[in-house]
């Protein structure tokens, strides 16, 4: 089984950046995808972002497309979530998580799939606020 384990949350003001880590214990090979989500108080977990560690197809949700970058260092396992401009609704408890899926998933559909997910660690709170 892979762990994730995601860090790099913190408190930060309007229109500042933070990078979050997903680091992955465990074997992760092409056929997975890794996704971010998170969970505001109050509302739905959601999909953030998604990368597909076969052929490097990312997926971004529309609130966040143009301000979040997914990104992956295949040889430390680990996928960042560069989040820049970021702004008071951005705030929430963000998760990763990996399944494995054929190539007959986009990583658009994998990120759904993924939501139903079960076991989701304990996060990382992101704070955006003045």
């Known amino acids: 089984d892979v762990q994730l384990q995601a860090s790099g949350g913190g408190l930060v003001q309007p229109g500042g950046s933070l990078r979050l880590s997903c680091a992955a214990s465990?074997?992760?090979?092409?056929?997975?995808?890794i996704g971010w989500f998170r969970q505001a108080p109050g509302k739905e977990r959601e999909g953030v972002s998604g990368?597909?560690?076969?052929?490097?197809?990312?997926y971004y949700a529309d609130s966040v497309r143009g301000r979040f970058t997914i990104s992956a260092d295949y040889a430390k396992n680990t996928v960042y979530l560069q989040m820049n401009s970021l702004r008071p609704e951005d705030t929430a408890v963000y998760y990763c998580?990996?399944?494995?899926?054929?190539?007959?998933?986009?990583?658009?559909?994998?990120?759904?799939?993924?939501?139903?997910?079960?076991?989701w660690g304990e996060g990382t709170q992101v704070t955006v606020s003045s």
């Open positions: 990368f597909s560690m076969s052929d490097g197809k990312t």
């Open positions: 998580t990996a399944d494995r899926f054929s190539s007959l998933f986009t990583t658009a559909e994998a990120m759904r799939v993924m939501l139903a997910h079960k076991d």
């Open positions: 465990g074997y992760i090979d092409n056929d997975h995808i």
